[in-house]
């Protein structure tokens, strides 16, 4: 049964920002204003991974302290990824109250990522989500590379089931599946929803997707159509993977609350606010971004 409404993180901060050359602090707060404005309820803030691994997202604490005034202006609750132990408590020390932590699936991409295998970051699960647990603080398990990696190929599906088997032993708050590269298409995606959805009962699950290959959007309707409540998206289609060699393109937060919206499933988000929001990511990081809906604008006249 389809849902009636769909939340959708913001993501545009951290993974939308990763793979540009850095901005300043400035520019990444005026990005926020404006994704902000568009009445988005979640928002990925930024990464506590690091700096000479990502140089983008150094001033990970230094944006982390400009994040309650957004909170208490707009209501929006702001997380941030790690990748070991130690980005979490960095997090928490910045005054995150939830975190991500992202396990690659394959082992190709794991490396590439974090330089350990699969099975290494899965360990870490339970130490991570202690850490979080410990500070009140709430933890996502993001399972990447769920369907293909870039240097190992297909995902088998019994390592998706690995990390989440290990993620719900240890009471993690909330699941995802991600599409790290964008190669994955919709009857691949209502698969491994209903594979995994006996196996997490009530535990929430979302999903992100890239459209590199031009099915993210249809893969998120897919999941939406399966069950999935809450979809990543960064405004005008910014962000990629670094460490996954032709990932490109998040799907655009303004074009997929286009799809829902016209498919009568409601948003939080407002789209015209949304492509002022691309046009601002789109100046900031200073080439043409992907988005559809920023060059064609709404079918609606006036919005």
């Not at 032709?246 to 949304?274: C, K, M, P, Q, T």
Request: glycine share 8%.
């Amino acid at each position: 049964m389809i849902p009636e409404h769909v939340d959708i993180r913001d993501v545009s901060l951290r993974d939308g920002l990763q793979i540009e050359e850095p901005i300043p602090l400035s520019a990444k707060l005026e990005l926020l204003a404006a994704v902000a404005a568009t009445g988005v309820r979640e928002m990925e803030a930024t990464a506590f991974v690091s700096p000479s691994k990502v140089p983008a997202l150094a001033d990970a604490a230094e944006l982390a302290s400009h994040l309650q005034q957004f909170r208490d202006s707009h209501g929006i609750d702001f997380s941030a990824l790690v990748a070991s132990p130690n980005g979490a408590k960095r997090a928490i020390a910045a005054g995150l109250s939830s975190i991500e932590y992202v396990v690659s699936a394959a082992d190709g991409h794991s490396h590439a990522n974090v330089g350990r295998s699969s099975a290494e970051s899965t360990a870490l699960i339970g130490e991570i989500t202690a850490i979080a647990h410990d500070s009140g603080a709430t933890v996502e398990v993001i399972v990447a590379t769920a369907w293909d990696c870039p240097f190992d190929g297909p995902t088998p599906h019994q390592r998706v089931v690995d990390v989440i088997t290990t993620a719900l032993a240890n009471d993690v708050d909330r699941l995802a599946i991600a599409d790290t590269i964008g190669t994955t298409t919709p009857r691949r995606v209502t698969e491994t929803v209903a594979a995994l959805r006996p196996l997490i009962g009530d535990v929430p699950l979302g999903a992100h997707f890239h459209n590199t290959r031009g099915a993210g959007l249809a893969s998120a309707y897919a999941a939406v159509e399966a069950g999935v409540t809450r979809l990543d998206a960064s405004v005008g289609g910014l962000g990629g993977c670094p460490f996954a060699p032709g990932a490109s393109g998040n799907i655009a937060s303004e074009d997929l609350v286009y799809l829902l919206r016209d498919s009568g499933i409601h948003v939080d988000v407002d789209l015209s606010a949304a492509i002022d929001a691309a046009a601002v990511a789109q100046r900031l990081v200073g080439h043409e971004l992907p988005s559809s809906l920023l060059r064609a604008g709404d079918r609606i006249l006036g919005d």
